[in-house]
């Protein structure tokens, strides 16, 4: 029989909203076996079966939350030097909640708790609390604790993933509340496994000691793309890189910090962009690519040939709503222009992120929690320059190799 909760699902977006809508507070959201946020039911046996935590799921529906679209779409960036300099592109973000906290809302954003070590959803009532949601943070977050904190009589700016924002927005709409919200996703690649990312900390804290910051798109050196290539032993040269540099990875731990770049071999971004360790979520199930968004604006880095020679940075930023174009267009401290989608999503993804061959060994390491170095993790990333055959000859190899 057909159970009306969530407790046949495994291997969702993870979005949380079921746990923040259930009455009986019997949903709880925790990692799974691969690393990824999944409901759990605690006590089935109080579940009423209202159906309320399939209705705003995202994950249980084929069609996206937002029906009746308007597409308008802007490169921008902030006239605050600073904040743009700060930020990931061009600090539109930020702007966006600073202008709206100026207007009474509140924002529901995102932070990095390196206590925790994950990324998690906040509320921030104020610029200043504001601050810690600067940047993009490249692992999956966590909503419960954010979503819950949120007072539906309120206006609030929601920001997160777009599955985050698609089973959001069914969430407002079923308590008719959705003239409360604004609404803002991301052009998003997929989500990572909580297991490499604490892999990676685990390989950079007997360096570095307890991570204390970390900034996955760091600018203050590099730049934004395309900029002066500087290696780890921060000399600089004339080489020109291209906007893949823009994945530079800061992380500062209590004796020292660490810069290291996805074009240098960086661990983790090419575990993370190298499709290793991917959801099978994001992998088979995202229906949020390029123009296909629930939420009433999309931001992201504006790549492609317009800006190409622009080391500050610029955002692109895309209406899907009436309410989305008004507040875009009425931001004061923004460089706001006008250009067709295609020049604004210009490299950004179309379709889903594709497994790289070699994931289900990558995953199996993860998984079972098992320590290589820095080298042996490299022996296994090359092994995809051979056939797949001899790729799974090196279970054994890791096996043997590996310690717990």
């Excluded at 009746?68 to 779409?73: A, F, T, V």
């Excluded at 601050?131 to 920001?159: C, E, H, M, N």
Aim: a positive charge.
């Amino acid at each position: 029989m057909d159970k009306s909760n969530i407790s046949n699902i495994h291997d969702c977006y993870g979005c949380g909203v079921c746990a923040t809508v259930c009455a009986k507070q019997i949903i709880s959201i925790e990692l799974n076996g691969d690393g990824f946020y999944e409901p759990r039911m605690t006590d089935e046996s109080k579940c009423t079966s209202c159906g309320l935590c399939l209705d705003v799921c995202a994950y249980s529906h084929d069609e996206l939350s937002l029906k009746d679209r308007c597409i308008k779409s802007y490169g921008a960036w902030s006239k605050d030097e600073a904040v743009r300099r700060k930020c990931s592109s061009g600090g539109v973000g930020f702007e966006l909640g600073r202008t709206l906290i100026g207007e009474g809302y509140k924002v529901c954003g995102v932070r990095y708790n390196a206590e925790a070590n994950r990324a998690e959803h906040y509320i921030a009532t104020t610029v200043e609390e504001l601050i810690p949601s600067i940047g993009s943070k490249y692992i999956q977050s966590y909503t419960v604790d954010g979503f819950k904190a949120i007072d539906r009589k309120q206006k609030y700016l929601v920001t997160g993933t777009p599955c985050q924002i698609d089973s959001f927005r069914r969430m407002i709409r079923k308590f008719k509340c959705e003239d409360n919200f604004v609404l803002l996703d991301f052009f998003c690649h997929s989500v990572p496994s909580m297991l490499a990312w604490r892999a990676y900390i685990k390989m950079l804290e007997p360096k570095i000691g307890k991570v204390t910051y970390a900034s996955w798109r760091n600018k203050f050196e590099y730049g934004w793309h395309d900029s002066w290539l500087m290696g780890m032993d921060g000399v600089k040269t004339s080489s020109p890189i291209n906007w893949h540099d823009s994945y530079n990875m800061l992380i500062r731990g209590k004796k020292t910090f660490i810069q290291s770049r996805w074009s240098k071999g960086d661990w983790f971004y090419r575990m993370f962009l190298g499709d290793y360790c991917s959801g099978k979520h994001c992998q088979e199930r995202c229906k949020y690519k390029y123009d296909k968004s629930s939420a009433d604006i999309r931001i992201g880095d504006l790549w492609g040939k317009t800006y190409q020679n622009n080391q500050k940075g610029v955002s692109g930023l895309v209406a899907f709503t009436e309410k989305g174009r008004e507040i875009i267009e009425s931001l004061l401290n923004v460089t706001l222009l006008e250009h067709p989608f295609e020049v604004v999503a210009e490299g950004q993804m179309k379709r889903n992120a594709k497994p790289a061959i070699i994931k289900p060994i990558i995953m199996f390491v993860l998984r079972n929690h098992m320590y290589l170095s820095q080298n042996g993790w490299n022996i296994l990333f090359n092994v995809l320059d051979y056939p797949i055959q001899i790729a799974i000859k090196f279970r054994s190899f890791i096996l043997k190799n590996s310690k717990k």
